[in-house]
Structures are given as structure tokens and as C-alpha cells.
């Protein structure tokens, strides 16, 4: 199936420093997807960026996709605590209709 | 706020029983998509429904089952409730078919005990 894996699993850094998460796939996709999820409450959707797209950004997140490695990359600029969240990368083929998500990435941001 | 809403938060029950678990969509998004995610992992799908009909599902038995009704309004029904079913049910709606932007609610909380 087209499932993203997240790397790393668990991340720890400070407030104020940037924050990198890497996702990889398998297959030629049409999107892919960056979500947030808070502890034990539903996802928040951050990010799509397109196969054809290169670089999107929004606010202090930085998404990159390079498909020819089949992989993605989330940027958070000058973190928060509020930032502290698990965060989802969902590939997208054109035959299939659902999101398939990885494990995420557990980001802590410590004040 | 996404402006989907689950209901309930929270839910137990014992294995062997019936379960049904509601999502209101957002107005105007005419697919809802419903997932499983247990507990240190990511949601997995579990089917999608577009204009009260299903649009896809995936590697999910029978006894899992949904409903879209006209008013934005949906259900799964998960029969014949095993312990493993325990997870966080997340029903996510979006305005297109297939897997655009989706909008999450906050999740029904399932114990089988």
C-alpha cells in the first residue's frame, strides 16, 4: 500500500530551535499530506503539496517533496511548546481514494 | 476547529457486543472517511462513503460497517466487538472524492474490555 514512514520516530529539541521530519514512500503519488495530531484528539490537516511542486510554505513550516527519492520533508521554524504534537505524512496515488498514514513523528518541544 | 464533530467521546464495552459511533460532517462535504488508530500508531483506514454510498475501504472484515445519511450525518457499526477493536475512532470529512484535504473530528475513545 502507499503508506508514508516517518523518520524519526521521536524527536526532542528546544524551544526556538527548528524542527525536521522526513517521510518516505513507495509508489509515484499525486499529493502528499502533512498532519498534526495532539495528544489523543483528531488531526489537523498542515499541508498538501502536489507532485508537480517542489516547495510550499505556510507560516513557519517549510514542506519539500522530491519525488525522483520518493520522499518529503517537514520543516518548523523557531518552535514552540505548542508545537509539541505527533505529525503524519499521508502519500497520495491517483488509483487510491484513502490516506494511508505511517507511525508519525513524536515531536517534543521542551520550554 | 474543523467543524466535525464525533459522538461519543468516550464509549466501553464488552467483547461480543455491538457498537455505533456517530460523525457529523462539515456542510457541504459530501465524504466522510472513517479510521482506526490504536493507541502509539498511525490511523488506519477503514472505509469511505460518498453520496451515502461506499467509495472504498480497506483491510477492515464485514462486521465493520457504515452509514452516510443526506444531512451531513454518518455512522460505523462495529459488530461482534473483539479486544482489539480497543482504539481511537476518527471520522474525517472532505469536499471531493478520494483523499484531498480532509477535516478531522476529535475522535470516539472505544475500551472492550
Known amino acids: 500500500s502507499q503508506q508514508g514512514e516517518e523518520d524519526p520516530q521521536a524527536l526532542s529539541i528546544q524551544e526556538g530551535e527548528n524542527a525536521t521530519m522526513n517521510c518516505s514512500y513507495k509508489?509515484?503519488?499525486?499529493?502528499l499530506q502533512w498532519y498534526r495530531q495532539n495528544s489523543g484528539r483528531g488531526l489537523v490537516h498542515l499541508i498538501l503539496i502536489r507532485s508537480n511542486e517542489r516547495e510550499k510554505h505556510s507560516g513557519r513550516l517549510r514542506v519539500t517533496l522530491d519525488t525522483s527519492k520518493k520522499s518529503s520533508s517537514l520543516l518548523i521554524t523557531a518552535s514552540r511548546a505548542a508545537d509539541t504534537a505527533s505529525y503524519f505524512c499521508?502519500?497520495?496515488?491517483?488509483?487510491?481514494?484513502?490516506?494511508?498514514f505511517g507511525g508519525g513523528t513524536r515531536l517534543m518541544v521542551k520550554p | 476547529e474543523t467543524g466535525v464533530t464525533q459522538s461519543p467521546t468516550h464509549l466501553i464495552k464488552t467483547r461480543g457486543q455491538q457498537v455505533t459511533l456517530r460523525c457529523s460532517s462539515q456542510s457541504g462535504h459530501n465524504t466522510v472517511s472513517w479510521y482506526q488508530q490504536a493507541l502509539g500508531q498511525g490511523p488506519q483506514f477503514i472505509f469511505q462513503y460518498y453520496r451515502e454510498e461506499e467509495n472504498g475501504r480497506g483491510n477492515f472484515p464485514p462486521r465493520f460497517s457504515g452509514l452516510q445519511f443526506p444531512n451531513y450525518s454518518s455512522e460505523l457499526n462495529v459488530n461482534a466487538l473483539e479486544l482489539d477493536d480497543s482504539a481511537l475512532y476518527l471520522c474525517?470529512?472532505?469536499?471531493?472524492?478520494?483523499?484531498?484535504?480532509?477535516?478531522f473530528g476529535p475522535g470516539t475513545r472505544l475500551t472492550v474490555l
Open positions: 474525517a470529512s472532505s469536499l471531493e472524492q478520494g483523499a484531498g484535504e480532509q477535516f
Open positions: 499521508a502519500p497520495r496515488n491517483n488509483a487510491g481514494n484513502m490516506l494511508t
Open positions: 509508489t509515484s503519488i499525486n499529493n
